[in-house]
């Protein structure tokens, strides 16, 4: 069947056929035709919403413009060089040390000396059996009862 385009329309009748359109009642060559007189240069700024959507699901939709994966490649790649930069730094750089102490209020940084002092300090505690030994001795069970009641006694 052949589409024949009258040379003009009545505003009517476009808007009867628009209405149809909407409600979904018209035909493959009604819509053809409206979307031809809604493209005529005659209605500039009229019918822009029918104009628009008509236009949409005729193909003519905005361009969309794709991503190029160029630039995410140059962003991975500076990516992957900093982080291989940064473990890098971290692998291949000798921990430092730091041993130092303060001895009345002096810093002392020599690893000798710091160790010395250490150990000085260190001697002069006793060992954990001598000093449990020592605590048992000094606690009776019998006074350790005694007092802990005497504590309840004078509640009454």
């Not at 009258?6 to 056929?17: G, H, K, N, S, V």
């Amino acid at each position: 069947m052949k589409l024949r385009i009258r040379p003009t329309m009545d505003r009517a009748e476009i808007d009867a056929l628009i209405e149809r359109y909407y409600e979904g009642l018209t035909t493959v060559d009604e819509e053809k035709q409206l979307y031809t007189w809604l493209n005529h240069p005659s209605l500039k700024g009229e019918y822009e919403a029918e104009r628009a959507m008509l236009g949409y699901f005729k193909g003519e939709r905005p361009s969309v413009r794709l991503v190029s994966f160029q630039w995410w490649r140059q962003v991975a790649v500076v990516a992957v060089v900093a982080l291989s930069g940064f473990v890098a730094v971290q692998v291949f750089t000798p921990p430092v040390q730091a041993s130092y102490a303060y001895v009345n209020g002096a810093k002392i940084t020599n690893p000798e000396q710091v160790r010395s002092k250490a150990m000085a300090s260190l001697a002069g505690l006793p060992s954990s059996d001598a000093l449990v030994d020592e605590n048992l001795k000094n606690v009776s069970t019998e006074q350790l009862i005694e007092s802990q009641l005497d504590v309840f006694a004078g509640m009454e």
